[in-house]
């Protein structure tokens, strides 16, 4: 079982910045893909960025060049850089967790709430 808490959203104008952590339980932490995904209100849950545990990531089309998902295997941590945030940006952020790479979230977090003001 592993366990996510998710923590440093918040409200920031357009072009600011932010910086999600997500703290996660568990010996095997290193060898789970980690991810984060957003769901805005009124829309589907939608996929953020994700890095697998050798350090390989993928990213959203809208958020390519913006975000930048990393990982600490030391301390259990997977983090996700927000620069140039856009009013579309806003969601609520989850991060999730797999076990098996490239493949389906086992694990998610509760979320953290992402505002961007114009």
């Known amino acids: 079982q592993v366990q996510l808490v998710e923590s440093g959203g918040g409200l920031v104008q357009a072009g600011g910045s932010l910086r999600l952590s997500c703290a996660a339980s568990?010996?095997?932490?290193?060898?789970?893909?980690m991810g984060w995904y957003r769901q805005a209100p009124g829309k589907q849950r939608e996929f953020v960025a994700r890095?697998?545990?050798?350090?390989?990531?993928n990213y959203a089309d809208s958020v390519k060049g913006r975000f930048t998902i990393s990982r600490d295997n030391a301390n259990n941590t997977a983090c996700l850089q927000m620069n140039s945030l856009k009013p579309e940006d806003t969601a609520v952020y989850y991060c999730a967790a797999g076990s098996t790479p490239w493949s389906t979230m086992d694990y998610w977090g509760q979320g953290t709430q992402v505002t961007v003001s114009s």
């Open positions: 890095i697998s545990s050798g350090g390989r990531t």
């Open positions: 568990g010996s095997i932490f290193r060898t789970y893909d």
